[in-house]
């Protein structure tokens, strides 16, 4: 389907070269019905490389003429849709969640993308703490702390797409980075 960009975030609208297709095993007179069911379970929440996380879909554009798959008891329905997805770019500045923290770095969720990032991608002036009760990264000072649940702004340095997945890897080593306040 075609997704479309509420924010800088989600981003553009394009027309993907492929249509979704519903493998539909009920032929009923909610047939219509049952096929918008299941692109909506099939579809929102899931990932794929190519457009990122499909946050939801907006918009049913058109339901094609189903095509019997003959010897499997099941129809075929293409499915032309509007989505809005998530896929985040190299150099983007976000906002995140720390998630966990230890001695490698930080652990962070950015709505369904996991962003990990490294100790040595973290200033200098803020060092590990393992002895504090949750364990964060700080300022000599304490003047700033990171811990679990705590909101920071981090660039995202580079993502690895998988063919159901996207991960991200993070930095807060510029200026206007770190602790959201």
């Known amino acids: 389907g075609e997704i479309i960009n509420p924010s800088s975030t989600y981003h553009p609208l394009f027309s993907p070269s492929t249509n979704s297709r519903m493998v539909i095993t009920c032929l009923d007179p909610n047939l219509l019905e049952t096929v918008k069911k299941k692109l909506f379970t099939e579809v929102e929440g899931t990932c794929t490389g190519k457009h990122g ?40 500045i976000l906002d995140a969640i720390v998630t966990q923290v230890n001695k490698l770095g930080l652990f962070t969720q950015i709505g369904p993308l996991s962003c990990f990032i490294s ?55 510029e200026d206007y980075l770190g602790l959201i306040s």
């Open 53 to 92: 996380f499909v946050i939801a879909v907006t918009t049913i554009d058109n339901i094609g003429l189903g095509m019997l798959q003959p010897g499997r008891g099941v129809a075929l329905y293409p499915v032309k849709y509007k989505a809005i997805v998530f896929r985040p770019f190299k150099g983007e």
């Open 119 to 173: 100790r040595h991608s973290i200033p200098p002036e803020m060092e590990f703490d393992p002895n504090s009760t949750p364990p964060c990264y700080r300022t000599t000072e304490s003047d700033v702390v990171i811990q679990e649940g705590n909101y920071i702004r981090v660039r995202i340095v580079g993502t690895r797409v998988d063919a159901n997945d996207i991960f991200a890897v993070g930095s807060l080593m």
